[in-house]
Nanobody, 125 residues
């Protein structure tokens, strides 16, 4: 059974940091790109970042470049999203997703095959 389990969300003040984790199981981790998406109330789900487990290539949406860092631990089948200098506009439910690589566009949700249940990130001003 394929599972993606996110953790690490919470409430933080603006300027603070959080680290999200995405633990994967049930599929060959090295074959899949892992992406992070977020969805704020009333908004579309937005692609935030992506990492290719084989070569470690990373991608970020412009609004998080320089603040967020995606990484992976292949031995643990886990991908992390380190979020620094958080802003109130980063408030959203964050989802991780797995897509059989290579992807055409990492930020398009239809590229992904499996999704986690999401974890809430709230940044207070």
């Amino acid at each position: 059974e394929v599972q993606l389990v996110e953790s690490g969300g919470g409430l933080v003040q603006a300027g603070g940091s959080l680290r999200l984790s995405c633990a994967a199981s049930g599929f060959t981790f090295d074959d899949f790109a892992i992406g992070w998406f977020r969805q704020a109330p009333g908004k579309e789900r937005e692609g935030v970042s992506c990492i290719y487990p084989r070569d470690g290539s990373t991608y970020y949406t412009d609004s998080v470049k320089g603040r967020f860092t995606i990484s992976r631990d292949n031995a643990k089948n886990t991908v992390y999203l380190q979020m620094n200098s958080l802003k109130p506009e980063d408030t959203a439910v964050y989802y991780c997703a797995a897509g059989l690589g290579p992807l055409s566009y990492y930020y398009i949700k239809y590229e992904y095959d499996y999704w986690g249940q999401g974890t809430q990130v709230t940044v207070s001003s």
